[in-house]
């Protein structure tokens, strides 16, 4: 299974524990991982499914190249990395 984690700053404002779950893309785990809570789905996917633009996730070290269709290849032990998005200069 792989798991999917949360960054301090999002689990200081949303409770979000790491969660397993299985898949062979991205979207797969995503789907299968958040599919209990509702809020915490919202915060990471838009209503179409694709990842919000506030957003980033990082696949084994790796920002996923894939935000829409999130078709990026998950292995059986792979790590997915949520966290807020910054931007300004």
């Known amino acids: ?3 999917i ?3 301090s ?3 200081r404002h949303r409770p979000a524990p790491a969660i397993e779950a ?3 893309t991205v979207a797969e785990v995503l789907t299968q991982g958040l599919a209990g809570d509702a ?3 919202s915060y990471v996917l838009d209503e179409q499914g694709r990842v ?5 996730i990082y696949l084994d070290g790796a920002l996923i190249a894939d935000r829409v ?4 290849a998950v292995q059986p032990r792979s790590q997915l990395y949520v ?3 910054l931007s300004g200069g």
């Open 39 to 41: 809020l915490l789905k």
């Open 9 to 11: 700053h999002l689990v």
């Open 52 to 56: 919000r633009k506030h957003v980033n």
């Open 83 to 85: 966290l807020q998005a």
């Open 1 to 3: 299974m792989a798991t």
């Open 5 to 7: 984690r949360f960054t």
């Open 69 to 72: 269709r999130l078709s990026d």
């Open 22 to 24: 299985d898949g062979v």
